[in-house]
């Protein structure tokens, strides 16, 4: 009597088929028959509907934007910057100086620069779950310093349903064209986009062929073999379409209950009612109150109000149990969806936001750095050389390191400490930490040496006062010229003393 209660043997049939449980028909299974689909089918025949529900969201629902915002705003920040590696000081300082000043340029609509095409496509990553990077040579009398530009093309321009065999044998699938080895050749882009109604030029093909050599694709491959990216808000959609319908009928019914109304009986329909009575545009009768009315009612009118129902203490509590379940499919700390803090501390506040950190610096290099930045400096090099903007071998001047924005401290102080405490136990490196800043160690080694030599110069020295704790801001102390009077006129011949 005791068998079903009894542990499978270890290695035996029955282990394995407690393993394989997911796979069984029972009865609670019975119902789920999921089709054995490539996400490429998926993304195929669903690209487009999704594209759509996905824009509509980030436009009308406020949590959408609000977390659309944050996660550019964590991925790219004021921007993921170039650190040359080259080891000649003179054509490194030549090559950043001149990569900054065409950053201005670089955007082909000339209305952001290159870190704000940063932010762009990681919108875009959020919403469409891809970005296209044409990029597009110009001439030498535009004017630029380097004669390369960026334009950016939404996920639509591509069409997903362009899948078949171009005459020359290569694949097209979703747009893209692959040569028979399964690289990519080529983009089918569309001439405009196809739910922009005020262009309206009239173009045969529908679409135009660019090489692939061209073209950057911007988007976070989840499975092998995939070709087109997901939104990123994918996995949230149901619950925030849902959730903003829910919100809206509750707010109606607030507003409903918030309408004091009352309903007046009487059995002759003729006879005035209480107070002033007038009729609306149905012609019904309607009867005013006012502050601190007591009103008798006259014989057989009876008065009775309304009363909505309410849903009682429940409505806070299941949003944010739904806030939660969205903020988890989004990969984004709750507060950051929603901007709710109350029950945050020091502690999960940074043990949400450490593994979040985790999950966009692997984005920031896997994706951002590698697909964008890195295809992007490669061509700025070769274009600026041929161009004769810079005068180096592009190889040689090919090495760089990508550093991402900083990530600001949740305790400036401990987080500091900690550092220095790492970096004088030999845990880490003086240029680690720094580039955690978001900034070049070399760039701030030389501004430290300038206002190192400049303070000298002008005779002053910067030290924390004694007694005043760590961390206070530091004084400036002037020291006193050999050749500067005293107060009683006399010059000083000693000098001061070090400290």
Excluded at 76 to 98: E, W
Excluded at 385 to 409: E, F, K, T, Y
Excluded at 464 to 475: F, N, V
Aim: overall charge negative; hydrophobic content about 40%.
């Amino acid at each position: 009597m005791f068998d079903m209660f009894r542990r499978p043997k270890p290695g035996g049939p029955e282990a394995m088929r407690a393993r394989l449980e997911g796979a069984m028909a029972k009865r609670r299974l019975r119902g789920w028959n999921p089709p054995l689909e490539n996400i490429n089918a998926l993304v195929a025949s669903g690209g487009p509907r999704l594209l759509a529900r996905s824009r509509e969201l980030v436009v009308t629902n406020g949590y959408a934007a609000n977390a659309c915002e944050a996660f550019a705003a964590n991925l790219v920040g004021d921007g993921i910057k170039p650190s040359s590696l080259i080891r000649d000081a003179d054509l490194r300082d030549q090559v950043q100086k001149l990569w900054l000043a065409w950053t201005d340029e670089a955007d082909a609509d000339g209305l952001t620069d290159f870190y704000g095409l940063q932010a762009m496509v990681a919108r875009e990553m959020f919403v469409a779950g891809e970005c296209f990077v044409r990029l597009r040579p110009r001439r030498a009398e535009d004017g630029l310093l380097v004669p390369l530009q960026m334009q950016l093309l939404q996920s639509e321009m591509l069409p997903f349903e362009k899948t078949e065999t171009d005459p020359n044998g290569n694949r097209i699938r979703c747009g893209i064209e692959f040569d028979l080895i399964g690289r990519r050749v080529a983009y089918h882009f569309r001439r405009r986009h196809p739910g922009d109604s005020t262009d309206q030029r009239v173009a045969l093909p529908d679409t135009v062929r660019v090489p692939a050599e061209e073209v950057l694709h911007i988007y976070r491959p989840i499975d092998a073999g995939q070709i087109r990216g997901l939104p990123h808000i994918a996995p949230a959609m149901v619950r925030l379409f849902l959730l903003d319908q829910y919100d809206d009928a509750e707010l109606d019914r607030k507003k409903t209950a918030a309408m004091f109304a009352g309903f007046i009986t009487k059995t002759a329909p003729e006879d005035p009612m209480m107070g002033e009575g007038e009729a609306d545009l149905d012609g019904a009768a309607i009867a005013s109150l006012e502050p601190g009315t007591m009103q008798v009612l006259l014989p057989g009118e009876d008065v009775k109000f309304s009363s909505p129902a309410d849903v009682g203490g429940g409505y806070e509590a299941f949003q944010y149990r739904t806030l939660l379940a969205v903020s988890a499919s989004l990969g984004l700390p709750y507060h950051l969806v929603t901007g709710d803090v109350r029950q945050a501390n020091y502690s999960s506040l940074r043990a949400e936001l450490v593994e979040f950190r985790r999950r966009i610096g692997q984005l920031q290099h896997g994706v951002m750095a590698h697909q964008l930045c890195r295809s992007i400096w490669r061509r700025w090099l070769e274009t600026a050389v041929l161009s004769g903007a810079l005068n180096a071998d592009p190889v040689i001047a090919r090495p760089v390191q990508w550093i991402p924005p900083r990530w600001d401290w949740v305790d400036p102080l401990k987080d500091i400490q900690a550092q220095v405490l790492a970096m004088e136990a030999g845990l880490t490196s003086r240029r680690k930490v720094v580039e955690a800043t978001g900034y070049d160690i070399e760039e701030v080694d030389r501004e430290n040496a300038s206002d190192a030599k400049r303070a000298a110069d002008l005779g002053l020295t910067y030290r924390a006062s004694p007694g005043e704790t760590q961390g206070a801001r530091a004084t400036p102390t002037r020291i006193p010229d050999q050749n500067t009077p005293n107060e009683d006129g006399s010059g000083s011949s000693t000098t001061p003393q070090q400290e």
